[in-house]
């Protein structure tokens, strides 16, 4: 009943940590936790009290999410990283697994992926029966891709479409990137699409 590209997937290593970690808790042995980064922080009180006072809203609302709060976001965004966003270029979402899955969905073209990267992508593109090229990091290239292994990839094979993740600080690593400049070029030179999950200071 199940498609195989399904059957044939592996239960994520992150979960599997969790479960393990767990017996091992409940046998009476101290576990420092390293599986997923659930977050140690209280919802702060005016964000409960918000959602309390509007749960009895019960009307569908826009695909791309709420027109103010994707105004607010774009404003935000512009400010951040001083460009000129508006709410159309905002989508909003229950979280960004699901949109980078619904991303897989609707490219047509290959992944570039770093390796080591967050267990989930690789997964979401076989899904989304999307090819995965690999970059292997280095620990001497502070373990992103650098701009020369993306072109080789790139060069490979220049009629296709390509999506690079970029994920910074990196999980698992941890590690910040510190060659974006050298990146942008080469995603400029061949228009390649960027997935960033880059947060700036
Ligand atoms: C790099 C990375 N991206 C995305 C996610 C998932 O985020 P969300 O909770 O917004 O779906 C995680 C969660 O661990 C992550 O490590």
Same mark, same amino acid.
């Given at each position: 009943m199940l498609k195989d590209i399904v059957k044939n997937l592996e239960a994520s290593s992150t979960l599997k940590i969790n479960e393990i970690s767990r017996e091992l808790e409940e046998k009476g042995n101290k576990i420092f936790k390293f599986g997923f980064g659930q977050s140690p922080f209280q919802v702060p009180d005016d964000?409960?009290?918000?959602?309390?006072v509007n749960a009895h809203q019960n009307k569908y609302l826009p695909m791309q999410g709420l027109f103010d709060l994707r105004k607010s976001v774009a404003k935000y965004t512009s400010e951040k990283k001083d460009y000129n966003y508006n709410a159309g270029n905002v989508v909003i979402g229950p979280g960004s697994k699901e949109l980078m899955f619904l991303l897989h969905v609707i490219f047509d073209g290959e992944i570039i992926l770093p390796a080591p990267s967050w267990v989930s992508y690789?997964?979401?593109?076989? @899904?989304?029966?999307?090819? *995965? !090229?690999?970059?292997?990091?280095?620990?001497?290239?502070?373990?992103?891709p650098t701009a020369s292994e993306i072109e080789k990839v790139i060069l490979k094979d220049k009629k296709k479409n390509y999506l690079l993740f970029l994920n910074s600080p990196n999980n698992p690593s941890g590690q910040i990137c510190k060659n974006l400049e050298e990146?942008?070029?080469?995603?400029k030179?061949?228009?390649? @699409?960027?997935?960033?999950? *880059? !947060?700036l200071n």
């Open positions: 964000i409960v009290n918000e959602l309390k690789a997964p979401q593109a076989i @899904i989304g029966r999307n090819k *995965i !090229k690999t970059i292997q990091t280095k620990r001497e290239n502070n373990w992103f990146i942008s070029k080469v995603a030179k061949y228009n390649l @699409i960027i997935l960033s999950e *880059i !947060k």
